[in-house]
């Protein structure tokens, strides 16, 4: 039975964990012992229905740990999940978590295959395995949900492998055997254009949170109907009624990163578009706080940093920098927040009873409407029309 080595718990390393560890002995590693400790004890860290069913329910060859070599000695594969945030200073992705495990590989003299499942600029993979000198190295594009992470890999849309070689195909094995889905499209390429792949599907999906947004504000400031614009447009099949709900702006771990470091693999090559997509989602945000501060509340609650609906992720969620942007007008906020255990957040009051908070705000801002808002409807700013996504 294989050894493979997951480095990271995140989204991404936690449902691969859980989908291989089915058929092979894996080993977890991440830097907080909570969250170490409570996937031994088979509690998910995070908001995700099928890990929590898989935890319960499924008898995983699973361990997580602090340390790294008790993971990556006789490991088979090495699978890199760890974070690559956007460095604004740099204009760049920050990809030193991925190339600290890559040197720890490369110090240990491991013979072993290694995945990068994180998300890396155009030609990162090419150049790591020259700067290492190491021919190991493979890239796969993920394409997960919040919350759906493990579901995506059972019922994944296709498995993007970046070499065309058997290593490649073994790795292509051991993501399908564990999915439930059948008949799974599997692409081999190279590494660069897997990069590629998944920079490109993000951003599109941005152009279309974005190009829905803004037909949401020409309607709003024009007095129409946003839902039966949007219903007549996505009724056509070529553009589909489908990923077309209002937001506040897109948000989450990976279209805001995604989108600007496309952005930058851009530079001296020709584009309009790919920079339109990035400050449209600003706009975005700009619209929402002048609207909200055109109503003149004396104190704004925000119903909710996660954004989605069966998410407890606010990483980079649209609604914080809403919040900055009402500050910086001199708007008192509170929040409510239920996966938060502060009494502040970024210098607003956080409110654990939701009765207080509901009597307490002038104007309830949420990015999705919930039931609990109900009683309170007349004083609620969404632009939400199907509370979901």
Do not use: W
Not at 21 to 37: A, T
Not at 49 to 62: A, V
Not at 228 to 257: A, M, Q, W
Not at 360 to 385: F, G, H, P
């Amino acid at each position: 039975m294989p050894k493979i080595a997951v480095i990271g718990a995140g989204y991404v390393g936690l449902s691969l964990a859980t989908l291989l560890s089915q058929n092979n002995e894996v080993v977890l590693v991440d830097i907080v012992s909570e969250k170490v400790d409570k996937i031994n004890n088979r509690i998910s860290p995070i908001k995700d229905k099928y890990i929590e069913e898989y935890f319960q329910m499924k008898d995983l060859r699973l361990k997580a740990t602090l340390d790294y070599e008790e993971a990556l000695k006789d490991a088979q594969y090495v699978i890199i999940s760890t974070p690559t945030n956007y460095d604004e200073e740099k204009g760049f992705f920050d990809t030193s978590s991925v190339e600290e495990v890559i040197k720890k590989i490369k110090e240990m003299d491991l013979d072993t295959t290694i995945l990068i499942k994180s998300t890396v600029p155009v030609g990162f993979t090419s150049n790591v395995r020259e700067k290492y000198k190491m021919d190991n190295i493979i890239f796969s594009p993920e394409f997960l949900r919040e919350g759906n992470a493990l579901y995506d890999n059972l019922y994944p849309s296709r498995i993007i492998i970046g070499e065309k070689s058997k290593k490649a195909e073994e790795l292509a094995k051991l993501l399908t055997e564990g999915a439930l889905k059948k008949d799974i499209i599997v692409k081999f390429m190279n590494s660069s254009e897997a990069e590629a792949v998944k920079l490109f599907a993000n951003t599109y999906l941005a152009l279309r949170v974005a190009y829905f947004n803004e037909l949401d504000t020409y309607s709003e400031m024009n007095g129409l109907n946003t839902q039966d614009i949007l219903e007549g447009v996505c009724t056509d099949p070529r553009i589909g009624n489908y990923y077309n709900n209002p937001s506040f702006g897109y948000g989450g771990y990976c279209l805001p990163k995604d989108t600007k470091q496309l952005l930058a693999n851009y530079e001296g090559i020709p584009q309009d578009l790919i920079g339109a997509i990035v400050k449209s989602n600003e706009t975005r945000k700009d619209h929402i706080a002048n609207m909200i501060e055109a109503k003149e509340p004396s104190k704004v609650g925000i119903y909710r940093l996660a954004m989605k609906k069966d998410s407890d992720n606010f990483r980079k969620a649209a609604i914080i920098d809403v919040i900055k942007k009402l500050q910086e007008k001199g708007i008192d906020i509170i929040i409510y927040e239920p996966n938060l255990s502060l009494v502040e957040f970024n210098g607003c009051r956080v409110i654990e009873n939701l009765e207080e908070f509901l009597s307490d705000s002038d104007i309830v801002i949420a990015n999705r409407m919930d039931e609990q808002l109900e009683k309170v409807k007349q004083k609620v700013y969404t632009r939400d029309l199907y509370s979901k996504d």
